[in-house]
């Protein structure tokens, strides 16, 4: 059964940092991309970055991340990291991992998604 499963969300004061997790099960995470994904309240769900399968150094960010955010992947433990820093009270959302076929930000070039976890940055 594939399963991903997100740990790591918290309550945060504005400028700290939080690093997020994507359990990946049922299959090998260096076959596929992975993707992270955030939904705020009231808004629709955006992507904020991926890493690919093929080339882990190969990942896409959102504009509004680029400099503060880092995706990375160990594959030993098919988990794969979103490290968050200088964290902003407009970070606030729930956030998915989900896994795509290529590196995408579109939503439906992904399969699977794990049920989330709240990132809330305090001002």
């Known amino acids: 059964e594939v399963q991903l499963v997100e740990s790591g969300g918290g309550l945060v004061q504005s400028g700290g940092s939080l690093r997020l997790s994507c359990a ?8 596929y991309t992975i993707g992270w994904f955030r939904q705020a ?10 890493i690919s399968n093929t080339d882990s150094s190969v990942t896409w960010y959102k504009d509004s991340v680029k400099g503060r955010f880092t995706s990375s992947s160990d594959s030993a433990k098919n988990t794969v990291y979103l490290q968050m820093n200088s964290l902003k009270p407009e970070d606030t959302a729930v956030y998915y991992c989900a896994r795509g076929s290529r590196p995408s930000s579109r939503e439906g070039e992904y ?6 976890t709240q990132v809330t940055v305090s001002s």
């Open 111 to 116: 399969d699977y998604w794990g049920q989330g």
């Open 41 to 50: 309240p009231g808004k629709e769900r955006e992507g904020v970055s991926c």
């Open 24 to 31: 990946i099960s049922g299959f090998t995470r260096d076959d």
